[in-house]
């Protein structure tokens, strides 16, 4: 398997550092011997044909910052589009931050893939966000492989339960708690008797808010998620428009005192029902969504096998690493049976 790897940051590296930990195992096990034949950070891109060394990619990273700086094999300057364009691979993993007013340069990394006969995996929300029934269309039009595990719930395998585990049932609604920054803060906001922007910046400390927190606070994240969900499981066409958005940013630690008084706390929970909606949700403490910390959960209600509920940590480098190593997995059994 060709692949090219657009984004080098966290999730970037954790997929090269896990390919090299199951490189045996992917080989023997599932026939998979990956080749990464280009990278592409903001600084430029190193291509080898015949495969990068990955070891040496990793140190040159960490070095100068960029892996356009690679001797021999490093093109300061070219861009990603000019990369997917011109190299031959099964395989493009799209992993640049995520914008959700444009969705660049995520979307047109994985336009350009598709429209050049490359299978597709992304963890970036953004695109998929904005045009994610667009998007499922080209790549059937184009006869490739769109996956996209890592999206929700980083490693915890949600896409897959509902649209795989699930498929002999028919899946009514989905809720959730799908952001693990606002789930911290209102969780210690609960736990510590403190108000939102003191556990906002507790969060910002950790590491588990951005400086600009509004993406995780105002529930764009959460809407993100949802959009997906819907289109992937549920065969609803939507986007990022259709979704109600009301964030965390104005809930009280006196909310949350009176709601502790009946049993009860406030989770930033995301829905699908008629509808789909993010907003701030006073739970029963023994509701089975009630999870802690930076810790998600979703709740799946089908036909006839009723609630399901799947829990575990949302995010993180080699988690988010797995999902797209899982989606590599799965494109090539459909590639292996296709031919
Ligand atoms: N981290 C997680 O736990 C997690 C979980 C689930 C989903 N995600 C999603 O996965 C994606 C990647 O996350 P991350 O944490 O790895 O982000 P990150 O650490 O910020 O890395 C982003 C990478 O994209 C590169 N990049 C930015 N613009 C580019 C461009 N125009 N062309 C080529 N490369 C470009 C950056 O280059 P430089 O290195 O030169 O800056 C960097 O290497 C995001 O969309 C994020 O929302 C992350």
């Known amino acids: 398997m060709r692949i090219i790897l657009v984004g080098f940051g966290v999730v970037g590296q954790s997929f090269l550092n896990l390919l090299k930990l199951r490189h045996d195992e992917l080989a023997s096990t599932y026939g998979i011997r990956p080749r990464i034949l280009a990278i592409v950070d903001k600084g430029g891109a190193a291509i080898n044909e ?3 060394d990955m070891e040496k990619i990793l140190e040159v990273k960490k070095e100068t910052g960029t892996v356009s700086k690679v001797l021999d094999k490093g093109f300061p300057g070219l861009s990603a589009k000019e990369v997917i364009e011109k190299t031959e691979a099964e395989i493009v993993i799209e992993v640049t931050p995520t914008d959700i007013v444009s969705g660049e340069p995520g979307l047109t990394h994985i336009e350009t893939s598709i429209k050049s ?8 929300k953004g695109p998929l966000a904005l045009a994610l029934p667009a998007l499922m269309d080209l790549a059937d039009y184009n006869g490739v492989y769109l996956r996209f595990s890592g999206t929700v719930g980083g490693g915890i395998p949600i896409l897959d339960l509902g649209r795989k585990c699930l ?4 899946i009514i609604s989905i809720r959730g708690i799908l952001n693990g920054t606002t789930n911290y803060i209102l969780t210690e906001m ?11 910046r507790r969060a910002q400390e ?5 400086k600009d927190p509004s993406l995780d606070i105002d529930g764009f994240d959460t809407a993100c998620k949802l959009v997906i969900m819907a289109n992937w499981i549920m065969g609803k066409k939507v986007t990022l428009k259709d979704v109600k958005i009301n964030g965390i940013r104005h809930v009280t630690l006196k909310e949350l005192i009176n709601a502790d008084k009946n049993g009860k706390t406030i989770k930033l929970i995301g829905s699908i029902n008629k509808g789909l909606e993010v907003k701030p949700t006073e739970i029963s403490k023994r509701d089975v969504l009630c999870v802690h910390g930076t810790l998600n959960a979703v709740t799946f209600t089908s036909e006839f096998v009723g609630e399901e509920t799947i829990m575990g ?6 988690e988010t690493a797995s999902a797209v190593l899982r989606d590599l997995i799965d ?9």
């Open 50 to 52: 015949r495969g990068l």
């Open 190 to 200: 609960s736990e510590k008797n403190i108000d939102f922007n003191e556990a906002l």
């Open 331 to 339: 494109i090539k059994t459909n590639l292996s049976a296709k031919f």
């Open 206 to 210: 950790l590491g588990y808010a951005e």
């Open 117 to 124: 006969g490359k299978n597709v995996i992304t963890t970036n």
């Open 313 to 318: 940590r949302g995010a993180g480098g080699m």
């Open 167 to 170: 498929i002999g049932d028919r």
